[in-house]
């Protein structure tokens, strides 16, 4: 049988206990991966191990695919209404709210981000994207279509089947409410893995999932390395669909396996290197707050973070010295100790990475003006960071860092800042700060981005689709948007008359 966590909370920001299995959620049952083996769970605060969990195989892919297209053809699909399908997400949805503060101590524990940030916007965002397609699901319909007296010709959006989902270790239960959300609303089986390095919420979330009361199979867990699990869902013939969020790297090599397999649909939200421009007449004081959110939240681990940031020439000095006294004011430390800004960084590999960026930025010629140090003895900890100095052809100014490091750049036009912003293979976000309107807009217009965002940064909501232009992804999450990616949309004609 597969082993039982239990954690109790002493920090200052949380003080409680949790305790819930850590095996392969297949068929409504915690079981043990097929080779009994484990992975070890990590606390990026110290290094040190938190808890073994099941290590799945191919072969429990096969599993987990055989219970979800079981209980699609017999429990859920086209046999249960989209009222039903609403109510119990919505009953899930109540559920996370009353262990809300366990959710988010564990999301704390697992990843690194503060107890105070997961409890006041990773969870609750979770919550909000549960419910808000509890309410979509209801008012999944079609269109009757004009096309003769004798004829009568109509549209059904139905679910698709089997869908396969990977998410990412940055934001953890968020990106599995994402995903699930509009699978489930749509009337669709999910065989879901999280990243090794975060898997608890999504494996706490199976309990929760249990009491609900959906019906075994409808949701499956696998919690497995990439290489093998994640594999073998992208590359599974009987999963018409795969959803993925993660790096531009690994999406190349899912949309691969889903070309070579069986075609399956796809949808990737994938890296991002986001432009965030800064005109001379913006409110320096709120775009200086709104900077910083906009490369520091989530300890620079958000692929829409704002990581080139060009400030016109005119207030560049103004604006560095108070963006530099901005981040000298984040304090970096222990996740569930009150005041804390910023904790570690999720894992050793990520802190190696990132370290290796800030080391490649000061060997090509950029200026370290803030940060670039560990922080402590112990755990993934990185002070904020900012390069100055630094042009367009640096790995830093190139490349996804995904870490707590910002790349200053100084322009003079708004042709010149526009052309800069747009030099770059990814296409996910952008950010403008000015008070002319019309130049806002105009910009945010001329930028190649799924996303602009005018004198705000990071800013995401249940209702509204959020995605990338260019390597950065194909489809859209959030919003109506996100239920055409879990949809067939089948016509049927109807010969009133019988005639040829």
């Known amino acids: 049988m597969p082993s039982v966590f239990t954690h109790e909370f002493t920090g200052q920001a949380f003080k409680g206990k949790t305790s819930f299995n850590t095996g392969l959620f297949i068929n409504g049952q915690f079981v043990d991966g097929s080779d009994k083996t484990t992975i070890d769970v990590v606390n990026p605060s110290n290094g040190q191990v938190i808890t073994k969990i099941s290590e799945a195989t191919p072969k429990d892919v096969d599993l987990a695919v055989n219970a979800a297209e079981a209980a699609f053809e017999k429990s859920w699909g086209l046999n249960v209404p989209g009222n039903r399908r609403g109510e119990l997400l919505y009953k899930l949805a109540q559920l996370m709210e009353r262990d809300s503060k366990e959710l988010a101590a564990i999301e704390a524990l697992d990843n690194g981000k503060t107890f105070s940030w997961a409890a006041g916007a990773d969870i609750p965002a979770s919550i909000e994207t549960i419910k808000y397609y509890a309410g979509w699901a209801d008012k999944i319909h079609g269109s009757t279509i004009e096309t003769s007296e004798a004829k009568l010709s109509y549209t059904r959006h139905e679910p698709i089947g ?38 608890l919420t999504a494996i706490r979330m199976c309990s929760l999932i249990q009491e609900a009361g959906f019906p075994p199979g409808v949701v499956n867990v696998v919690t497995g390395y990439g290489n093998t699990v994640g594999a073998a869902i992208s590359s599974h013939m009987r999963i018409e669909k795969i959803a993925f969020t993660g790096s531009t790297l690994v999406g190349r090599k899912i949309m691969e396996s889903a070309a070579k397999s069986n075609l399956k649909k796809v949808t990737l939200e994938l890296g991002g290197k986001s432009p965030n421009i800064i005109y001379d007449d913006a409110d320096l004081e709120k775009t200086v707050n709104w900077t910083s959110h906009g490369i520091f939240w989530n300890h620079g681990q958000a692929c829409c973070a704002g990581s080139r940031i060009f400030v016109q020439s005119g207030i560049y000095d103004k604006f560095l010295a108070k963006f530099t006294e ?98 770059t293979t990814y296409g996910l976000a952008a950010a403008v700060f000015t008070q002319n309107l019309n130049r806002a807009i105009e910009t945010a217009h001329k930028l190649k981005a799924g996303t602009a965002w005018i004198n705000c940064i990071n800013q995401l909501h249940v209702n509204v689709p959020f995605g990338g232009y260019k390597q950065s992804g194909i489809g859209r999450e959030l919003g109506e948007y996100a239920l055409d990616n879990y949809t067939n949309v089948k016509a049927v004609h109807v010969n009133l008359r019988h005639q040829m």
């Open 162 to 199: 089997v869908v396969g989902q990977i998410i990412p270790w940055n934001f953890p239960l968020l990106m599995f409410s994402w995903k699930i959300a509009p699978a489930l609303a749509t009337g669709n089986c999910i065989v879901m893995k999280p990243s090794e390095f975060t898997p």
């Open 326 to 423: 901005k981040a000298k004011s984040i304090k970096v430390g222990d996740p569930f100790a009150t005041g804390v800004d910023q904790g570690p960084q999720v894992s050793q590999i990520q802190y190696d990475r990132i370290m290796g960026y800030i080391d490649s930025g000061k060997q090509d010629g950029a200026t370290v003006h803030l940060g670039g140090d560990r922080v402590g003895t112990e755990g993934y900890f990185i002070s904020p960071t900012i390069f100055t100095n630094a042009t367009p052809e640096m790995k830093i100014v190139k490349e996804e860092i995904f870490g707590p490091v910002g790349v200053v750049i100084k322009f003079d036009t708004e042709e010149e800042v526009i052309k800069m912003a747009n030099d």
